[in-house]
């Protein structure tokens, strides 16, 4: 039987060898790696032959797998076994725990890890029912040398992880082991503190011997086990001894060979949840020989940050663990009895600010997170000693909403630490949207508290920045120009000021000095696009505080106006760079916001409004469709004040007569009469066209994409007023029902009915070229035009597209992309507009318009019918767009009827 074992095993280590030879034959390898895992399953001799392949003689790769070969005997034939072999197993197991492997500095770390996993198997088996001399098992084996200490160690945390952690056992033995472990965590933790001790001593002295290498392995390897304890054992145990584990952590996080391990037990205690008697032993950190030790190994470890990664990578370590402690007075003060302002909060506080002040932008965002927690709490925001460092606070957030740190540049000394956390431009750009939000709230958080620092900070800031000259060679700046920089941090933070000046509770500034900041942004005058995009956001942000100047209100609309017309020499309708294109959109859609929000300061102008936006409208060279349809929605914004339904609805007719012209036109009808005519309309049946401009195609699904946009503009602006007293006198009653309460009509009601028939015309075509016979009408050149183009992909992969210069001019879309932009925007807005008619017009649109119901069956029924049809991102864009916002907005029992069944 010996001999059979060994033949095989013989097999076993040349299969080895060869599967893990990278000079052999893709065919030897495969065969050779065929015939281990069919000896792993099927072989009953398994046990013998992996315990002669894990013999110390063979190579660390033979071990390895005979080792793999006993963990899976274990994991995947124990119930199969006899118990004479079950506790065979057992002794040979603790055989090699004792004397089965090398030395503790010469063994390769995945042969430990290997047997550590066996033995940690029979444990989840065994213990605590039939393996009661386990703990006595390995305390006696860990006595017997460094080597056997270390093991012993690794599998501890190896059952922890297992067990309560990661939970990969039956919930019957994992009540079982997880009581076992508490029972005896007294006795455990004896041992983890003494074994500790002892390893630690020997290495405070300064020295490279062999025998405190040793040392340091075996204490690295007791400190990683305790990493998955102290999270959820009794706090006692972690307290116990004058707080003597939280002493000694704090005190190696001054020895570089242990200051990792250390600081990754520091930070699972920090973190741990619970109720505040749980929590409060842990404010003994603040205490000052803790806070001072804490402190120390931050220093240390800051001044070679930037050159050394192992410094950089502890730093952020230390940064998570002080503001855990901040974490949990956050939690503890004011809720848990005795717990004030620590001894040290002044010290502590300071901390703080010098890690926000860190280059790091990693580093920064724990520590504003933090600023956040306190500047809402209750007592904390309260206390003189953060109000001292409050203006300090404020100029360090200034300096941290500034976009620098690309680790592909060298413009800031960020960039060097950004190198060290991010791949890739990309990368940052994603971390830094989320670390300018926490800046930004900060902020915030600190205008409600003090109005006036910031007040005072951001007119310093803004006098300036108006200083500044642009700096590129070219006259213009781009997004790392130091000009733009500072405006768009600037910008950014007179926002996070203005959105909650007005909330403060706290005195309130004189309105004169917000004036005077508003006139200097005003009188500025740049042909830079991306700083007049800076500055349109200064004037969105300072708008609230025009009723105190409404003097201003024609210099702010000439502003608007002009940024909305805005170009470059040599620049057209055509060829804009997409900075001028930004300038532009930001210029309609504030001025959208604004009539949104203030359209009573703006409706005694609405006449002039009205008449300048014709004018620039007229001008075919001048507003894109996108442009002129925002515009359009802002004037009805204004005009929903006018409170009068007569009024609106002409006002509405007027906007919408060329939108009906077109959209009722004989061409645009035929074209949605049926899936040919509408494929030979927009071109996807024919050769792509290059230039766009030489695209006839192209010219027609723009119409169609400038009608509908325009039909939800008006559907989505267009509202009754919100007084009921209003509403009658205005004329929007139309009904009453049998309750008392009134029916209001929408003013565009009577003008969108007209056009919604051809819009489910437009659906219904649209549903049917997933139709294999269209599908295969397609031209070779728009075979992908059904797929999502690639920035819908980024966008469900919840991915940013490049950051990349918007001063470059846009290079032209290449006709498959304009296909796929038209095919998916012109039907999820065609959605919208059914989707929102329910709730916006009312759900008497469905009984106005004949039949409207009928239709909407037979467009879903095409699809409903064959849902095979649609791939499911398109089906469920359909469900949640149309079909849920028109059942929920369908309110009358007989509508929904006719509409849903």
């Known amino acids: 039987m010996d001999t059979d074992i060994n033949i095989v095993a013989q097999k076993?280590?040349?299969?080895?060898?060869?599967?893990?030879?990278?000079?052999?034959?893709?065919?030897?390898?495969?065969?050779?790696?065929?015939?281990?895992?069919?000896?792993?399953?099927?072989?009953?001799?398994?046990?013998?032959?992996?315990?002669?392949?894990?013999?110390?003689?063979?190579?660390?790769?033979?071990?390895?797998?005979?080792l793999q070969v006993l963990e899976h005997t274990i994991k995947y034939k124990w119930s199969d076994m006899p118990e004479d072999e079950r506790i065979s197993i057992q002794n040979n197991v603790m055989c090699l725990l004792e004397k089965g492997t090398k030395d503790i500095l010469s063994e390769q770390p995945y042969v430990k890890n290997a047997l550590v996993k066996s033995i940690v198997e029979l444990i989840k088996r065994q213990w605590p029912q039939k393996w009661l001399s386990l703990l006595a098992d390995l305390n006696r084996v860990s006595k017997l040398g460094a080597t056997q200490s270390e093991l012993v160690f690794l599998v501890l945390l190896r059952w922890a992880e297992d067990v309560i952690q990661f939970q990969n056992i039956p919930p019957q033995r994992r009540r079982d082991i997880t009581q076992g472990l508490t029972a005896n965590m007294s006795e455990l933790f004896t041992f983890f503190m003494q074994n500790l001790q002892a390893s630690i001593g020997p290495t405070l002295s300064m020295g490279d011997t062999r025998e405190i290498k040793v040392c340091v392995k075996v204490a690295q390897s007791i400190l990683s086990a305790l990493t998955g304890y102290v999270d959820w054992i009794n706090i006692s145990y972690i307290v116990e001894n004058n707080g003597y584990l939280l002493s000694t952590l704090c005190?190696?996080?001054?020895?570089?060979?242990?200051?990792?391990?250390?600081?990754?037990?520091?930070?699972?205690?920090?973190?741990?949840?619970?109720?505040?008697?749980?929590?409060?032993?842990?404010?003994?950190?603040?205490?000052?020989?803790?806070?001072?030790?804490?402190?120390?190994?931050a220093e240390g470890a800051s001044l070679n940050s930037a050159s050394d990664e192992y410094s950089f990578s502890f730093?952020?370590?230390?940064?998570q663990v002080l503001t855990a402690i901040g974490d949990q007075l956050n939690f503890l003060w004011g809720h848990?009895?005795?717990?004030?302002?620590?001894?040290?909060?002044?010290?502590?506080?300071?901390?703080?600010?010098?890690?926000?002040?860190?280059?790091?932008?990693?580093?920064?965002?724990?520590?504003?997170?933090?600023?956040?927690?306190?500047?809402?709490?209750?007592?904390?925001?309260?206390?003189?000693?953060?109000?001292?460092?409050?203006?300090n606070l404020v100029d360090v957030s200034s300096k941290s909403l500034l976009k620098v740190g690309f680790p592909s540049q060298n413009n800031h000394e960020s960039c060097q630490y950004s190198r060290y956390d991010f791949d890739s431009d990309l990368d940052f750009n994603l971390f830094f949207s989320r670390f300018r939000a926490e800046v930004a709230e900060v902020?915030?958080?600190?205008?409600?508290?003090?109005?006036?620092?910031?007040?005072?900070?951001?007119?310093?800031?803004?006098?300036?920045?108006?200083?500044?000259?642009?700096?590129?060679?070219?006259?213009?700046?781009?997004?790392?120009?130091?000009?733009?920089?500072?405006?768009?941090?600037?910008?950014?933070?007179?926002?996070?000021?203005?959105?909650?000046?007005?909330?403060?509770?706290?005195?309130?500034?004189?309105p004169d000095k917000i004036i005077v900041i508003f006139k200097s942004v005003l009188e500025y005058n740049t042909q830079d696009p991306l700083i007049l995009s800076c500055i349109l956001s200064c004037i969105s942000a300072l708008f609230p505080y025009l009723k105190y100047a409404q003097e201003l209100l024609p210099v702010i609309l000439q502003k608007i106006f002009s940024s909305v017309v805005f170009s470059l020499p040599g620049q057209t309708k055509s060829n804009r760079s997409k900075a001028v294109k930004n300038v532009r959109r930001h210029a309609c859609s504030g001025l959208v916001r604004i009539c949104k929000q203030y359209p009573?300061?703006?409706?005694?102008?609405?006449?002039e409004f009205y008449e300048h936006i014709k004018k620039i409208s007229s001008d075919p060279d001048q507003l894109s469709q996108m442009e002129k349809c925002t515009l359009m929605e802002a004037l009805i914004l204004i005009s929903n004040d006018f409170k009068d339904f007569d009024r609106q609805s002409k006002f509405i007719g007027e906007i919408l007569v060329s939108v009906k012209n077109m959209w009722m036109s004989d061409e645009i009808q035929s074209a949605f009469s049926s899936p040919e005519q509408f494929m030979s309309f927009i071109g996807v049946d024919q050769a792509a066209v290059e230039p766009s401009s030489a695209d006839t195609c192209g010219i027609n699904r723009s119409h169609i994409i400038y009608c509908i946009n325009n039909i939800l503009g008006v559907i989505k602006r267009s509202r009754c007023p919100e007084e009921e007293q209003a509403c009658r006198s205005g004329r929007f009653v139309s009904n009453w029902l049998d309750n008392g309460q009134p029916v209001y009509k929408n003013p565009a009601t009577q003008h969108i009915k007209e056009l919604l028939p051809n819009l489910l015309n437009l659906i219904k075509v649209m549903n049917t070229?997933?139709?294999?016979?269209?599908?295969?009408?397609?031209?070779?050149?728009?075979?992908?035009?059904?797929?999502?183009?690639?920035?819908?992909?980024?966008?469900?992969?919840?991915?940013?597209?490049?950051?990349?210069?918007?001063m470059d001019f846009q290079n032209n879309k290449c006709p498959l992309e304009r296909m796929q932009n038209f095919l998916g925007t012109a039907y999820d807005t065609s959605c919208h507009i059914l989707g929102n008619a329910g709730q916006c017009l009312g759900p008497d649109i469905y009984f106005e318009i004949p039949s409207l119901a009928q239709h909407f069956t037979q467009s879903s029924m095409i699809i409903f019918g064959n849902p095979q049809l649609l791939p499911e991102y398109k089906m469920k864009s359909l469900v949640r767009i149309l079909v849920l916002a028109s059942v929920c907005h369908t309110l009358d029992t007989a509508c929904t009827i006719d509409v849903c069944v």
């Open 12 to 66: 076993l280590h040349l299969a080895v060898e060869c599967a893990l030879n990278p000079h052999v034959w893709p065919s030897e390898r495969k065969e050779a790696q065929e015939y281990c895992e069919n000896f792993k399953d099927h072989s009953p001799i398994c046990v013998p032959c992996a315990l002669v392949l894990s013999s110390v003689t063979n190579s660390d790769k033979v071990r390895h797998f005979g």
């Open 336 to 391: 848990a009895e005795g717990i004030k302002r620590p001894d040290n909060f002044e010290t502590y506080l300071q901390a703080i600010l010098a890690i926000t002040r860190h280059p790091s932008k990693m580093l920064g965002i724990h520590a504003y997170s933090l600023w956040v927690s306190f500047l809402r709490h209750k007592e904390i925001s309260q206390d003189a000693l953060l109000h001292a460092i409050i203006a």
């Open 315 to 319: 730093l952020k370590k230390l940064c």
């Open 251 to 297: 005190m190696l996080l001054s020895n570089r060979s242990y200051q990792i391990y250390a600081a990754d037990v520091l930070l699972i205690i920090i973190s741990r949840k619970g109720k505040p008697e749980e929590r409060k032993p842990l404010m003994i950190l603040f205490c000052e020989e803790a806070m001072h030790q804490i402190l120390t190994a």
């Open 443 to 510: 902020v915030r958080q600190i205008t409600l508290l003090r109005p006036a620092t910031t007040l005072q900070y951001i007119s310093h800031w803004i006098n300036s920045v108006l200083s500044l000259t642009i700096g590129s060679e070219a006259g213009h700046c781009n997004l790392s120009s130091p000009s733009f920089l500072e405006w768009d941090g600037m910008s950014i933070f007179l926002e996070s000021v203005m959105s909650r000046i007005q909330q403060s509770k706290a005195e309130q500034p004189p």
């Open 769 to 806: 070229l997933w139709e294999p016979q269209y599908i295969q009408r397609r031209h070779p050149d728009f075979a992908q035009a059904y797929h999502l183009g690639e920035t819908e992909k980024l966008t469900v992969l919840g991915i940013q597209p490049p950051y990349v210069d918007n």
């Open 600 to 607: 009573s300061l703006l409706a005694p102008a609405f006449d």
